[in-house]
């Protein structure tokens, strides 16, 4: 008797669930993390590794594009005996070339002006967390730090569409 | 005579490979195979609880390897069936105490006198793990349907991929929860099995009586009513190498099935 009414409260209480809020189950919340995380172990790509991977491609394809950087994602996905990686990319706008050519011959500039900092960042990432120095504070290094996600995307995200001059580390200079 | 010597592991603790051995071992040996089971996990034995001889254990693995006395002065004979016989580990020594190499050797041995040789493996994927796995050339990996135990069973797949001497490996999950899968809150057999994309050779539902007969020092596959029982012999005679299909474990458990089920078989009477 017990179990007949167990059974029907779980049914009554599931319609309600499932009616209010139509969120996925508990189980596939589970396969789904399970997936992602077997990916991981069989691949040995790490979630910072990933995020870095992410961030770089952002700062690519913004150039030719603008997006909704949030919303890009960024997944391993298994397709029967092959790994895919899956990217979806929501595009507000694609830019037009001149922008592209103009947004070339910034960033042209900018390397000039940011060489000091980019070389430094290659030898952190080789010698792991070395340097103890401010340019610590340049948003490569945040990538490597997986702890504080949320600061990277305010750093990231910009309304001006050219990352760039929206950068940390140029408010700093 | 040459036994098929297999390892029974998990990569995860506690999700219920000694209960495993001790009742796949018991329903080989009731089906009339010589059957011998090695505790590996030295210095954390507990299968010799499981089978109720924790009080009859003279001598041990670690006792065979230092020479302290024969193979066979070591095997301790089950109270009911004399087909059925267990190496014990040491609770006193670790994992070091013997060897892949050593570990192998008594394999061989008993593989001349016994049909079925099932090994014990410790939790974790250390020394331990490689010794039990030294003189197998089956595996059966047990995981339960949560995400912990999935995941430490992919890495021991793995590992028992990369292994020559491990000829085949099944998947056996464990505590399997009909209610719980049906309310969409476990992971379903199927879930598993795609995810680890290996071969299954059992579903074990979850059964309180397994902690009774635990209690008792008596495996679950002597209780003949037992689901989780019928369920570990249908394992046995999967291994054995005949075709029983899987129980419906959801036909069994759910009270409204079994009414649905007693009156379409009044109705398949009548016709």
Not at chain 1, 61 to 68: A, C, F, G, N, Q
Not at chain 1, 92 to 118: F, G, H, P, Q, V
Not at chain 2, 65 to 81: F, I, P, S, T, Y
Not at chain 2, 233 to 243: H, K, L, Q, S, T
């Amino acid at each position: 008797m017990k179990d007949i009414f167990a059974e029907f409260y779980n049914k009554v209480i599931g319609f309600f669930r499932r009616t209010e809020e139509a969120e996925e189950s508990s189980k596939d919340v589970a396969r789904n993390r399970l997936r992602v995380v077997l990916m991981q172990d069989r691949t040995n790509l790490t979630p910072e590794l990933m995020e870095k991977m992410r961030k770089e491609l952002i700062e690519l394809l913004s150039k030719y594009v603008e997006m909704d950087k949030e919303a890009l994602e960024l997944n391993l996905e298994q397709e029967g005996d092959q790994m895919a990686l899956m990217l979806s990319i929501p595009v507000l706008r694609a830019k037009e070339e001149s922008e592209i050519t103009a947004e070339d011959e910034a960033s042209d500039e900018k390397t000039e002006e940011t060489e000091e900092d980019s070389d430094n960042t290659d030898a952190e990432e080789s010698s792991d967390e070395t340097a103890d120095d401010e340019e610590e504070l340049s948003v490569e290094d945040d990538s490597d730090d997986d702890s504080d996600d949320e600061d990277e995307f305010e750093n990231d995200a910009c309304d001006c569409g050219k990352c760039e001059k929206c950068n940390p580390k140029n408010k700093k200079k | 005579m040459s036994g098929r010597v297999i390892v029974i592991t998990s990569g995860k603790g506690g999700v219920g490979k000694t209960t495993t051995n001790a009742n796949i071992g018991t329903a080989l040996a009731r089906a009339g195979k010589k059957v011998v089971m090695i505790d590996t996990d030295l210095g954390l034995r507990n299968l010799d609880l499981l089978l109720g001889l924790e009080n009859r254990i003279v001598y041990t693995i670690v006792d065979v390897v230092e020479g302290r006395c024969k193979l066979k002065q070591a095997l301790v004979k089950d109270k009911k069936n004399p087909n059925l016989c267990l190496l014990a580990a040491a609770q006193t020594r670790d994992k070091s105490a013997v060897t892949e190499e050593q570990l192998k050797e008594i394999c061989e041995e008993l593989q001349k006198d016994y049909d079925f040789i099932l090994v014990d493996c410790p939790a974790g994927i250390e020394q331990g793990f490689q010794n039990a796995v030294a003189g197998a050339s089956e595996a059966i990996v047990v995981t339960t349907p949560e995400m912990s135990a999935v995941r430490d069973a992919d890495r021991i797949i793995g590992l028992l991929e990369a292994k020559e001497e491990i000829k085949s490996y099944k998947l056996l999950i464990n505590r399997v929860r009909p209610n719980l899968i049906k309310s969409n809150d476990m992971m379903s057999v199927d879930d598993v099995v795609e995810i680890l994309s290996a071969d299954l050779i059992g579903i074990i539902p979850e059964d309180t009586g397994i902690i009774t007969s635990t209690n008792k020092g008596e495996p679950i596959v002597n209780d003949e009513k037992s689901l989780a029982g019928k369920a570990y012999n249908n394992v046995a005679r999967r291994i054995i190498g005949e075709d029983v299909p899987f129980l419906n474990l959801e036909e069994e458990t759910s009270v409204m099935a079994k009414v649905k089920k007693f009156f379409s078989g009044l109705v398949g009477k009548e016709k």
